[in-house]
């Protein structure tokens, strides 16, 4: 399947993952106005694996976090970008792109 993928990992306090998923289904609406083919968002559950680097111990999570595993899918990598610019100057992400509205530690994504 031809394409162009941006791809997310995040650590997110469990006790904030509905209002992680609001703000997430707020953004995919976005990006899917502007022309994203799809934008799907993962919760971690089966996250202890055995070998190679678990998500967990490669972005630091901390006791009371989870992972969330999220990408967005384009037509190319030239699609993406008009896309993205688009996207970043739609006024409904606005509030979402204040770093102390986000229910996540955007630093760490």
């Not at 994203?36 to 680097?53: I, S």
């Not at 100057?89 to 229910?103: F, N, S, V, W, Y």
Request: overall charge positive.
């Amino acid at each position: 399947m031809a394409g162009y993928v941006d791809g997310y990992v995040l650590p997110v306090p469990k006790r904030k993952l509905q209002a992680y998923r609001r703000m997430a289904t707020k953004a995919g609406r976005v990006w899917r106005d502007h022309g994203a083919l799809e934008v799907r968002e993962c919760v971690g559950d089966d996250l202890n694996v055995k070998m190679g680097v678990s998500f967990p111990k490669r972005i630091k999570v901390k006791p009371g976090e989870t992972v969330v595993f999220s990408w967005i899918f384009f037509k190319s990598r030239a699609d993406r970008d008009r896309v993205n610019a688009k996207v970043m100057k739609d006024p409904r992400l606005a509030k979402m792109m204040d770093p102390k509205a986000m229910p996540f530690d955007h630093k760490r994504m």
